[in-house]
């Protein structure tokens, strides 16, 4: 059993909307905190968004700010991504990762990494 499970992607117009959701069933939420990174064909992993489950305190790289919101429901242990306003350039593959330490997630060095689920926009 994995340790986080992605879903939500597929394929959007430019302009339309999707909600990725990170499911975390075998680790204690609280003690990390959780995030989004993207990995496009030909290019290097980024980090879009972080949230820290212990004070809700959230980041977002400059690319999404505005369009993205990461929120969390710790009963569920789920961390979601909802994305509004998307561009073809939002497309590729979108990993849920686990950091007991920020900085080290939103540096892609996390405890743990999703499978990656596909998003493609379409133009």
């Known amino acids: 059993e994995e340790e986080l499970v992605e879903s939500g992607g597929g394929l959007v117009q430019a302009g339309g909307s999707l909600r990725l959701s990170c499911v975390a069933p075998?680790?204690?939420?609280?003690?990390?905190?959780i995030g989004w990174f993207r990995q496009a064909p030909g290019k290097e992993r980024e980090a879009l968004s972080c949230?820290?489950?212990?004070?809700?305190?959230?980041y977002y790289t400059d690319s999404v700010k505005g369009r993205f919101t990461i929120s969390r429901d710790n009963a569920k242990n789920t961390v979601s991504l909802q994305m509004n306003s998307l561009k073809p350039e939002d497309t590729a593959v979108y990993y849920c990762?686990?950091?007991?330490?920020?900085?080290?997630?939103?540096?892609?060095?996390?405890?743990?990494w999703g499978q990656g689920t596909q998003v493609t926009v379409s133009s």
């Open positions: 990762a686990a950091g007991r330490d920020p900085t080290g997630l939103r540096n892609g060095r996390p405890d743990y």
């Open positions: 075998r680790i204690t939420f609280n003690d990390y905190a």
């Open positions: 949230i820290k489950i212990s004070d809700d305190s959230t």
